[in-house]
């Protein structure tokens, strides 16, 4: 069996920071570590940190004295409610934000004050949209072209004059953000399209995509709960190729030794270490 490996795969810059940051908050020592909630969508890099020490937090479970406790934000970012209330509790501060959702979050703060009426496309439970929604609490949450045209009808029959803006979550495709901007126009022809897109995304998208020509069929290494993780398996089948997504060796489905060339590729939160063992996985199945 031959194995490709996309020509970009695995950790983006967000996330490898904020892995590095809290692995240095580990080695410093001296003070108990937490993220708040996980800090990344993979499962073998939060069962690193929480080896290492590292406690994960609940939001709806949070203790109420966090004093002197260094508490690290995720790379998706959280709301400024929640950061005020870890701050309340005693927490120290670590933000591993990434500095592309920072971005986001501080555009969509200065249009909600600027008086505009903010769609924010992306997946409602998502973090990132979670988190820039507390930016700008009257923000109308769009997953598809079909759910923000039916909010910009609404908003059109109740305030047909207001300014109107579009953030994306900055894994959504770029297809889908251009469809759910067109649904918006329909009624507010003046929207303000901001490009929120990040480039880690769609490199990893693009070069799955020119793998997928060389290839008979694709795995995608990364977790389950990553949405970019998950987007890279559908472009995999929309390019006809047999796909699966595997989080470890021992995912690997029998199946794929049917296959002479297998081509590799992995979520922006996917470790080396994973992405390694499963190649090496592959390369003795034949
Ligand atoms: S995918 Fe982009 S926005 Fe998301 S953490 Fe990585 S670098 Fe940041």
């Known amino acids: 069996m031959k194995v490709i490996r996309a020509k970009v795969l695995g950790f983006c810059m967000g ?3 904020a892995v590095d940051m809290a692995e240095g908050e580990l080695r410093t ?6 993220t708040m909630g996980p800090l990344i969508h993979n499962p073998q890099v939060l069962e690193s940190l929480q080896s290492q020490g590292a406690e994960i937090l609940a939001e709806d479970n949070l203790p ?3 004093a002197g406790v260094t508490v690290i934000i995720r790379a998706h970012g959280i709301s400024p409610i929640l950061e005020d209330e870890l701050k309340k509790r005693g927490a120290v501060i670590a933000d591993a934000t990434c500095p592309r959702v920072k971005a986001s979050q501080m555009k969509a703060q200065v249009l909600s004050r600027d008086g505009y009426i903010l769609f924010l496309a992306g997946e409602k439970r998502h973090g990132e949209v979670i988190g820039i929604q ?4 009257d923000c109308i949450v769009a997953a598809n072209p079909d759910e923000a045209a ?9 305030n047909p004059g207001v300014k109107t803006a579009l953030i994306g979550q900055t894994t959504i ?20 399209i901001i490009n929120t897109i990040c480039g880690a995304t769609n490199e990893r ?3 799955l995509r020119e793998l997928c020509g ?8 990364g977790g389950r709960s990553s949405a970019n993780t998950r987007r890279l398996l559908s472009i995999a089948c929309e390019q006809g190729k047999p796909a699966w997504l595997v989080e470890s060796p021992e995912e690997i489905p029998a199946e794929i030794a049917a296959y002479n060339t297998i081509g590799l590729c992995a979520g922006a939160s996917t470790p080396d270490e994973t992405i390694g063992a499963i190649e090496k996985a592959l390369l003795v199945m034949d």
Do not use: M, W
């Open 15 to 17: 996330v490898r920071r």
């Open 29 to 34: 020592g001296g003070r108990r570590v937490c």
């Open 64 to 66: 109420e004295n966090l």
């Open 134 to 137: 507390g930016y700008a609490p």
């Open 150 to 158: 039916a909010a910009a009808e609404a908003l059109f029959h109740s």
């Open 173 to 192: 495709s770029a297809e889908e953000y251009t469809r759910i901007g067109e649904g918006i126009k329909k009624f507010f022809p003046g929207l303000e």
């Open 205 to 207: 998208q693009d070069a």
């Open 214 to 221: 060389e290839v008979d069929a694709v795995i995608v290494a």
